[in-house]
């Protein structure tokens, strides 16, 4: 082939080149613009990303081209250099909602791309119709407060101060007199009710709505409310009894004094009314009412203290007006005296079932022994509890030096309510008693527990308390939160009603999507009552990310190149930093360049010590560092680009064209194997039907007077030239008048010749094998005919050599077979003869011997065949010449083996079994040598 001009190769190249570039390469959207919302006045932005640009890109509104020329809202921003015309509208109007399509013409190789539409919606700017305005209510008044927003977009918090009360319609606080009500205006109003308001409810109240930053809603607040909750003018105690130690005969005081006193004042002692505003009405003149009325003052005096003065003393003020009925707290008076006696005496009660009761015994100067009674039984004797009350949660607390027996019942049952006497023995002897009434257990409110978060936002680092809180309840039920695998540690909190359980948690990735359960259990429940937060959605703080393109760079030695590094961050990143095997590249590195925004990295000249090295962007935004690494892979200058393609080119032809010789050799080798297997198929199919006369039919057909016939399938046998006019029969197949395996004559020559053949002719006899055989599955036989053997022969030379070497085979055995039968007889006889002398029956012993004898020789017979069979496979033999067949040598072995048996059934025909034996012994030998001929 003529070879191309270096000009003319180069052009090609650059043709081919540029062919596959072009197929390669199609203009194609990599980012598309999606539907937004914004609010008026706001900034909307459209984004389009193209890859492999080509054409010229446009934007459309319903249809018609939009042109940023003229119109100052609107601009193209993004890095054109790399794609990226994005869309954007500064101070939206409503005239600009739409539908937005990207579009990119047609050009070079690329065709015309159209983006999917996406649709601008204008909103308007969320405001409140009603703000709350100041209140002034008196405690147990219901507060409300309003608030409405018009076109929310936003989430509505109430706040009072700074703590947040609610979210939309959700109470943050554990209060349950708090709730948002809407005034059928769903959506719109959103009312702060505040039901039974107390003192601690006054202050300063707002409502506010956050912002939407994908709209471009702006956070709005309200104007504050301030919130006066006063009390009553009712009945209260400024001042209450305490208890006071006198001594014998001195005085003794204790005090009440009752502001905005409304009812009527009583003083107790020991659970017994003894006074009636300043009036004693028990008629002992040793008390008296003392204290300045007007100013509430009720002060009990005890004159001159006596022992029967000691007791527990209380005040009360009954309910009248506005005011309900007040009780002081109680107050001991002990009064000094020697003697045993008890300070502290046991108080009547009420307790609801399950709550724990406490009835006080104090006694001083102790000599006798310290009783617990219930209903007159025994409970306890000093300090020790008799076991059947310990079981049943009975016991006794307190200062034992001090004398103090305190009877602790926990868990109190409805089996509990009694009489108990504190009592104590020696001298002088006292005792004192109290009732315990025992009430239903009150089941906790319905609803209870709720559970609250502080507020809606909840963001990555900040602690938070989850509020679990429930109301009513007597006795109060028991809080428990969990995180579904095991309890938790909470923390009490303060609750003007009901009980409130925190669970203080500090916001991270470790428990993004828990969920936190809080249990209730209660005496009167059936089941536990749960409430559940969660799963919680934190807001974690962004990470960078970050990559350089491209991953590997090839650069070829000597050339420049580059790296960029790409980088997203919220808050954005603010500075890259490069390595070079993790050594920083500084501005002296003269094999290196930065852009301005350090973003690429440019190899001035690439170098051979560069190949496999690492470079490294690293990326910062003041909350993250994240880095990438790339390779440099330094290329051979020698082969450029164009080198390299028409090298690749060439390769790939010089291998289609291998593959394509590879396989037609491939092909040959089976064909010429499925040829050999066919062939070794037939070879053993012929053998298989010459043996098997049950499944073959021969036929032979003479081809010409020029040959003389072979066996089928059989190499050496001849036709002799006595055979019959135009048969192959027995005598032909043996040559010496034996008929074949079954005795049945072959199969006529079908177009031979007329006549017998003459010792001179020869004939090429072609034999067609018949062959029954099963099919695989079939079930049923099929004839199959094909030509098997073509055989031409000298039949005079090949039995001239085949007579010698029969006579020559024969006169040995024979010589052997006789030499070897006459020294085994002479050696039988002699054994024999001496055996018989032993025996008892002297005929009888001739005839096992003579038996033994023929067995014998028959066995030294088969052993002479097998030799003379071996002797035959070693010598050499004519083409024409057949094998020894082991069948036939098997087959006589059995018929000698039969006659045998025969010849020894009657002793009479012994001599004339041996004299046959020996004729079938020479004429199988004959037999034998003409088939190997």
């Known amino acids: 082939m003529k070879r191309l001009a270096p000009p003319t190769l180069a052009i090609f190249l650059v043709t081919f080149t540029a062919l596959i570039h072009s197929a390669a390469t199609q203009q194609s959207f990599l980012v598309q613009p999606s539907s937004i919302t914004k609010v008026a006045g706001s900034d909307a932005t459209f ?76 909103s308007t700017q969320q405001a409140f119709q009603t703000t709350p305005e100041d209140v002034t209510a008196t405690v147990g008044d219901t507060v409300s407060l309003t608030c409405s927003v018009s076109d929310k977009e936003g989430s509505l918090t109430w706040l009072k101060g700074t703590t947040v009360i609610s979210s939309e319609t959700t109470i943050l606080v554990s209060d349950t007199r708090i709730s948002i009500v809407d005034g059928g205006n769903s959506g719109v109003q959103y009312d702060l009710q505040i039901t039974n308001s107390e003192v601690d409810d006054t202050g300063e109240y707002k409502c506010a709505v956050t912002s939407v930053t994908s709209t471009g809603q702006e956070a709005i607040e309200s104007d504050v409310a301030q919130v006066t909750v006063s009390e009553p003018i009712v009945q209260r105690f400024t001042t209450e009894p305490s208890s006071t130690q006198a001594d014998v005969d001195n005085m003794a005081t204790l005090y009440c004094v009752v502001e905005n006193l409304e009812g009527n004042v009583l003083w107790y002692k020991d659970n017994q009314a003894i006074s009636e505003n300043r009036e004693i009405t028990i008629g002992n003149n040793n008390l008296a009412i003392v204290g300045d009325e007007a100013a509430g003052e009720y002060n009990l005096r005890v004159l001159v203290a006596e022992e029967d003065d000691e007791g527990t003393y209380y005040c009360k003020c009954t309910a009248a007006g506005g005011s309900t009925e007040i009780t002081s707290s109680v107050a001991f008076l002990d009064i000094n005296s020697e003697g045993q006696r008890l300070t502290m005496t046991p108080v009547s ?20 022994n310290l009783l617990w009674l219930q209903d007159g039984k025994t409970i306890s004797n000093n300090r020790e509890v008799n076991a059947e009350y310990t079981s049943t949660g009975f016991s006794l607390i307190g200062n034992e030096t001090l004398g103090e027996y305190f009877l602790q019942i926990e868990d109190v ?14 001298t002088p002897s006292t005792s004192a008693t109290a009732q315990l009434e025992v009430l239903e257990a009150v089941a906790p409110d319905t609803g209870s527990p709720q559970c609250y978060l502080p507020s809606n936002e909840l963001a990555e680092g900040v602690d938070i308390m989850l509020i679990c809180s429930s109301q009513g309840g007597d006795p109060e039920p028991t809080l428990v939160w969990s995180n579904g695998a095991e309890d938790l540690q909470g923390v009490e909190l303060d609750a003007a009603f009901g009980i409130r359980l925190g669970l203080p948690l500090t916001l991270g990735p470790e428990i993004q999507g828990n969920t936190y359960t809080c249990t209730s259990n209660h005496v009167t429940y059936t089941e536990l009552q749960t409430c559940v937060i969660g799963p919680l959605v934190i807001n974690l703080i962004p990470r960078i990310l970050i990559d350089v393109e491209p991953s590997v760079l090839e650069v070829i030695e000597g050339q420049q190149s580059e790296f960029r590094c790409n980088a997203t961050g919220d808050p954005p990143v603010t500075g890259y930093m490069w390595y070079y095997s993790e050594t920083k590249i500084n501005t002296t590195d003269r094999r290196f360049e930065h852009d301005e925004g350090n973003t690429v990295l440019r190899i001035v000249s690439a170098e051979k010590s560069m190949d496999n090295s690492k470079i490294r962007c690293e990326a910062k935004n003041g909350i993250d560092t994240q880095s990438a690494t790339a390779s440099i892979k330094i290329v051979d200058p020698a082969l450029n680009e164009d080198d390299t393609l028409s090298f690749r080119f060439l390769a790939a032809v010089v291998a289609l064209i291998g593959g394509i010789i590879l396989t037609a050799i491939i092909i040959a080798i089976v064909i ?212 020894h067949s082991s069948r036939r040598d098997d087959r006589e072995d059995d018929r000698y083996e039969s006659k045998s048996r025969d010849r020894h059934r009657t002793k009479s025909a012994s001599g004339d079994r041996h004299r046959s034996r020996d004729r079938e012994d020479s004429g199988d030998r004959s037999g034998h040598r003409t088939k190997k001929v």
């Open 47 to 122: 984004t389009c990303s193209v890859q492999d640009k080509e054409g010229t890109l446009s934007w459309s509104k319903d249809g018609g081209t939009i042109s940023t020329n003229g119109n100052s809202r609107l601009s193209i921003v993004g890095d054109t250099a790399n794609g990226v015309y994005n869309l954007q509208i500064s101070t939206v109007l409503s005239s600009d909602e739409g539908t937005y399509v990207c579009t990119v013409a047609a050009a070079g190789t690329s065709t015309e791309i159209i983006s999917t539409g996406a649709t601008l919606t204008v």
């Open 349 to 368: 009660t009420q307790a609801r079932v399950s709550a724990t009761v406490t009835l006080y015994c104090q006694v001083v100067n102790q000599n006798g």
């Open 413 to 426: 049952s409805l089996d509990d309510a009694a009489t108990y006497i504190c009592a104590v023995t020696g």
């Open 672 to 883: 010429y194997r499925v040829y050999k297997k066919r062939r070794d198929e037939d070879d053993d199919d012929d053998d298989d039907d010459t043996d098997d006369d049950d499944n073959d039919d021969d036929t032979a057909h003479v081809i010409s007077k020029d040959a003389q016939v072979s066996r089928s399938g059989k190499k050496g046998l001849v036709v002799p030239p006595h055979a019959g006019p135009g048969v192959l029969n027995s005598a032909n197949y043996f040559a010496n008048g034996k008929a074949n395996k079954k005795g049945r004559s072959l199969p006529p020559i079908q177009n031979g010749h007329s006549g017998p053949p003459l010792n001179l002719d020869h004939f090429e006899v072609v034999y067609e094998t018949h062959s029954k055989k099963k099919r695989a599955r079939g079930g049923h036989k099929k004839k199959k005919s094909r030509i098997i053997k073509h055989n031409v022969v000298d039949p005079v030379n090949d039995r001239r050599k085949d007579r010698h070497a029969s006579e020559t085979d024969g006169r040995r055995s024979r010589s052997h077979d006789r030499k070897e039968r006459e020294r085994d007889r002479d050696d039988k006889r002699s054994r024999s003869e001496s055996s018989r002398r032993t025996r008892d029956s002297k005929s009888r012993s001739r005839r096992d011997d003579e038996m033994e004898l023929d067995r014998y020789d028959d066995d030294r017979r088969r052993s002479d065949r097998r030799e003379r069979r071996d002797d035959d496979d070693r010598r050499p033999r004519s083409r024409s010449e057949g094998r």
